[in-house]
């Protein structure tokens, strides 16, 4: 078998079991969970195979026209370089582990098999997107991933919170959708093609007119894919979605597709000098934000929600730099370690009952409840931290070093300006990141109070994915930059001593100063059992389903989160440590720093004023002049009706008059008067 039919059946795989999984959910359930897990699986497998055949050398390039278009062909075309062909088998990867982690979180959810089948036509979404040289074919994927994440983020739709965040992700996409649908246009237009080869070799060649804008468009999309400044706001609120959906968006599905398009066409993007500055000034905002506002979260999973969006700054600022490998490699191991994150939250919301870190805080022994999440949780923290010799520590040095390059002027990828921001954005931000790790596990492990609930040990689908994930998490970074050099554009992925240096010592600092802010605050927690916090008790999600499947825990948390712990952006809680380290920083912070608020002033409330308009124009002047053209022949017919008495001397009194009417008339026009 070719290299070319394996890539071909990478995405066609999870595609045929998606549909197989909707046909047979209803009439043969049994064979649902097979469906789910053996085609992504397999995918995987094929996906190992076009490594080892690509094996970092040359692109492999197939290509067949789909149909004629009389201007610029939209072509079925594949193109696999070392980049693509490990990014597929991280999503192979993470698809695989969340389809088996699903099939004991949600073993009772009466809509597994639509889940289990979106899950497989979103990973297949995803090869398509990672495989494509054609990128009329990539935003068909790239389309998909949008449609099967509304559908995923409001798989609890009976709670508002799912619903609106649903349609806040589709919304927010859209809105960066349209821009980059034009850019693609116009990118095709001034290179002839829509094949990834054929654009490069324009954009090598000096073809393109106009580079600067066709990059901002683009990035328009990329900002609303991957979450970035200033449309990143759908994504914590994506969190109402089961945990292991969170797990598969950010860690190797929609959320990585933005920074593997900008790395993939980073050339076009290095055309235009203001397009790098501005990709810089977007990570460093999106990094040093977001940092800021996951320290001041009550959920669990928002601060995981925040610490992508902020990681993912990490890889567009190495975009940013020019380095597209320092970007990919960060992509890949913070894919491991993110995956592993969501779904080590997902086991610990199942045994706290709640997914607020402030209630965790009163619940002691939890880590002795969940031994296995306890450990790969504090594994994947590390490595989010970036502590050697954790997969992390590699991965975010590389983008470190790239920005110390361009700052220090070794390279001419990029403006000096663009590395110069990066590399302040990335330490300030690796400074934060190690202070809410060390809080989220602060928080969640060693918290003081009421014994924390005992369910017994969770399904061992769940804890084996655990410890799969936890392997790439710890030793992923080490073997990449050893290993792989030939597969990231033969740089070197070897950390740099400055950078090294600096970056560890301000993540030991943020951790150290959050422990010694903790130590502080603990005593307090003692005093105060929830404070304004908590308006009841933390464990009424679970008290209602004692031996519940986690996924209806999960929901039930989220649906009763603010009515039992209120707004903790304002709610006075001295036990928390993020609060006392952020100080009046902290309410803008634990609100989105109000972006929201805004978006709400600039758009939404103009829409809906010019949706009141429009509706009061269509009833009350549009819909008067159809009224008022069916009220004139009703008001005449009400005049004749009168007319028709059904008394025969009227009628021949009526016709005898109208006769000598009309008689007189012809007399009075034959004699001229």
Same mark, same amino acid.
């Given at each position: 078998?070719?290299?070319?039919?394996?890539?071909?059946?990478?995405?066609?795989?999870?595609?045929?079991?998606?549909?197989?999984?909707?046909?047979?959910?209803?009439?043969?359930?049994?064979?649902?969970?097979?469906?789910?897990?053996?085609?992504?699986?397999?995918?995987?497998?094929?996906?190992?195979?076009?490594?080892?055949?690509?094996?970092?050398?040359?692109?492999?390039?197939?290509?067949?026209?789909?149909?004629?278009?009389?201007?610029?062909?939209?072509?079925?075309?594949?193109?696999?370089?070392?980049?693509?062909?490990?990014?597929?088998?991280?999503?192979?990867?993470?698809?695989?582990?969340?389809?088996?982690?699903?099939?004991?979180?949600?073993?009772?959810?009466?809509?597994?098999?639509?889940?289990?089948?979106?899950?497989?036509?979103?990973?297949?979404?995803?090869?398509?997107?990672?495989?494509?040289?054609?990128?009329?074919?990539?935003?068909?994927?790239?389309?998909?991933?949008?449609?099967?994440?509304?559908?995923?983020?409001?798989?609890?739709?009976?709670?508002?919170?799912?619903?609106?965040?649903?349609?806040?992700?589709?919304?927010?996409?859209?809105?960066?959708?349209?821009?980059?649908?034009?850019?693609?246009?116009?990118?095709?237009?001034?290179?002839?093609?829509?094949?990834?080869?054929?654009?490069?070799?324009?954009?090598?060649?000096?073809?393109?007119?106009?580079?600067?804008?066709?990059?901002?468009?683009?990035?328009?999309?990329?900002?609303?894919?991957?979450?970035?400044?200033?449309?990143?706001?759908?994504?914590?609120?994506?969190?109402?979605?089961?945990?292991?959906?969170?797990?598969?968006?950010?860690?190797?599905?929609?959320?990585?597709?933005?920074?593997?398009?900008?790395?993939?066409?980073?050339?076009?993007?290095?055309?235009?000098?203001?397009?790098?500055?501005?990709?810089?000034?977007?990570?460093?905002?999106?990094?040093?934000?977001?940092?800021?506002?996951?320290?001041?979260?009550?959920?669990?999973?928002?601060?995981?929600?925040?610490?992508?969006?902020?990681?993912?700054?990490?890889?567009?600022?190495?975009?940013?730099?020019?380095?597209? &490998? $320092? @970007?990919?490699?960060?992509? *890949?191991?913070? +894919?491991?370690?993110? #995956? /592993? %994150?969501?779904? !080590?939250?997902?086991?610990?919301?199942?045994?706290?009952?709640?997914?607020?870190?402030?209630?965790?805080?009163?619940?002691?022994?939890?880590?002795?409840?969940?031994?296995?999440?306890?450990?790969?949780?504090?594994?994947?923290?590390?490595?989010?931290?970036?502590?050697?010799?954790?997969?992390?520590?590699?991965?975010?040095?590389?983008?470190?070093?790239?920005?110390?390059?361009?700052?220090?002027?070794?390279?001419?990828?990029?403006? &000096? $300006? @663009?590395?110069?921001?990066? *590399?302040?954005? +990335?330490?300030?931000? #690796? /400074? %934060?990141?190690? !202070?809410?790790?060390?809080?989220?596990?602060?928080?969640?492990?060693?918290?003081?109070?009421?014994?924390?609930?005992?369910?017994?040990?969770?399904?061992?689908?769940?804890?084996?994915?655990?410890?799969?994930?936890?392997?790439?998490?710890?030793?992923?970074?080490?073997?990449?930059?050893?290993?792989?050099?030939?597969?990231?554009?033969?740089?070197?992925?070897?950390?740099?001593?400055?950078?090294?240096?600096?970056?560890?010592?301000?993540?030991?600092?943020?951790?150290?100063?959050?422990?010694?802010?903790?130590?502080?605050?603990?005593?307090?927690? !003692?005093?105060?059992?929830?404070?304004?916090?908590?308006?009841?008790?933390?464990?009424?999600?679970?008290?209602?389903?004692?031996?519940?499947?986690?996924?209806?825990?999960?929901?039930?948390?989220?649906?009763?989160?603010?009515?039992?712990?209120?707004?903790?952006?304002?709610?006075?809680?001295?036990?928390?440590?993020?609060?006392?380290?952020?100080?009046?920083?902290?309410?803008?912070?634990?609100?989105?720093?109000?972006?929201?608020?805004?978006?709400?002033?600039?758009?939404?409330?103009?829409?809906?004023?010019?949706?009141?308009?429009?509706?009061?124009?269509?009833?009350?002047?549009?819909?008067?002049?159809?009224?008022?053209?069916?009220?004139?022949?009703?008001?005449?017919?009400?005049?004749?009706?009168?007319?028709?008495?059904?008394?025969?001397?009227?009628?021949?009194?009526?016709?005898?008059?109208?006769?000598?009417?009309?008689?007189?008339?012809?007399?009075?026009?034959?004699?001229?008067?």
């Amino acid at each position: 078998m070719t290299t070319t039919t394996l890539a071909v059946l990478v995405p066609l795989l999870p595609f045929l079991g998606a549909a197989a999984g909707l046909l047979l959910g209803r009439t043969a359930p049994g064979f649902v969970r097979p469906l789910a897990v053996l085609p992504t699986l397999a995918a995987l497998v094929l996906a190992v195979l076009v490594v080892a055949r690509q094996g970092g050398g040359g692109a492999i390039d197939a290509v067949t026209e789909l149909t004629p278009t009389g201007s610029v062909p939209v072509e079925l075309a594949l193109h696999i370089d070392g980049f693509a062909a490990l990014v597929a088998v991280l999503v192979g990867a993470v698809a695989t582990c969340v389809q088996i982690y699903s099939t004991g979180y949600l073993r009772d959810d009466p809509r597994y098999a639509s889940y289990a089948a979106l899950v497989s036509l979103f990973t297949s979404a995803m090869f398509l997107v990672v495989y494509s040289g054609d990128l009329m074919v990539l935003l068909v994927g790239w389309e998909v991933m949008g449609i099967c994440s509304y559908f995923l983020v409001g798989h609890y739709w009976e709670t508002p919170e799912a619903r609106a965040a649903s349609l806040k992700a589709f919304l927010v996409t859209k809105l960066g959708d349209v821009p980059f649908l034009i850019g693609l246009l116009a990118l095709a237009t001034e290179a002839g093609s829509f094949r990834i080869t054929e654009i490069l070799g324009a954009v090598a060649s000096g073809s393109l007119d106009h580079p600067t804008l066709i990059a901002l468009l683009l990035l328009a999309g990329v900002a609303g894919k991957s979450a970035q400044f200033p449309l990143h706001t759908w994504l914590p609120d994506a969190m109402a979605g089961p945990t292991p959906v969170s797990a598969l968006i950010h860690a190797a599905t929609m959320i990585a597709a933005g920074v593997y398009f900008v790395a993939r066409l980073l050339p076009l993007f290095e055309a235009s000098r203001a397009a790098m500055v501005v990709l810089a000034v977007m990570a460093a905002v999106t990094m040093v934000g977001s940092a800021l506002a996951a320290l001041a979260q009550d959920d669990i999973k928002r601060v995981l929600a925040y610490s992508t969006i902020g990681q993912l700054g990490y890889m567009t600022g190495a975009l940013a730099t020019g380095d597209r &490998g $320092a @970007a990919v490699f960060h992509l *890949l191991s913070h +894919g491991a370690f993110k #995956a /592993l %994150l969501f779904l !080590a939250a997902g086991v610990i919301i199942h045994a706290a009952g709640t997914n607020s870190l402030a209630a965790m805080s009163r619940m002691r022994g939890l880590r002795d409840r969940v031994p296995d999440a306890y450990w790969t949780m504090t594994v994947a923290l590390l490595a989010l931290a970036a502590i050697p010799p954790f997969s992390g520590f590699f991965s975010k040095e590389s983008v470190l070093g790239a920005a110390e390059h361009v700052a220090t002027g070794h390279t001419g990828h990029a403006p &000096g $300006a @663009a590395g110069w921001t990066v *590399l302040v954005a +990335g330490l300030i931000t #690796a /400074l %934060l990141t190690a !202070a809410y790790a060390t809080r989220l596990w602060l928080l969640a492990f060693r918290g003081r109070g009421a014994e924390a609930p005992d369910h017994g040990r969770q399904p061992l689908a769940m804890n084996a994915v655990l410890w799969a994930l936890a392997i790439p998490s710890l030793a992923l970074g080490g073997l990449t930059f050893r290993l792989l050099p030939d597969w990231f554009d033969d740089h070197a992925l070897t950390p740099t001593l400055t950078t090294s240096v600096l970056g560890t010592g301000v993540a030991l600092v943020g951790g150290i100063v959050t422990y010694a802010a903790w130590r502080h605050t603990t005593a307090l927690a !003692a005093r105060t059992p929830l404070g304004a916090v908590a308006a009841r008790t933390p464990l009424g999600a679970v008290a209602a389903h004692p031996e519940g499947d986690a996924g209806l825990v999960e929901a039930e948390a989220i649906a009763s989160h603010r009515p039992a712990y209120g707004d903790v952006a304002s709610a006075p809680d001295p036990s928390d440590p993020g609060r006392l380290l952020l100080g009046p920083v902290h309410r803008h912070a634990a609100a989105g720093f109000h972006l929201d608020a805004v978006y709400t002033a600039l758009f939404v409330r103009p829409v809906r004023a010019g949706a009141s308009l429009v509706r009061f124009l269509d009833r009350e002047v549009v819909d008067t002049y159809v009224r008022a053209a069916g009220a004139l022949p009703r008001w005449l017919g009400a005049a004749v009706r009168r007319a028709q008495t059904g008394n025969v001397q009227t009628y021949v009194s009526a016709l005898l008059a109208g006769t000598v009417v009309l008689a007189v008339a012809a007399v009075l026009v034959a004699t001229g008067a």
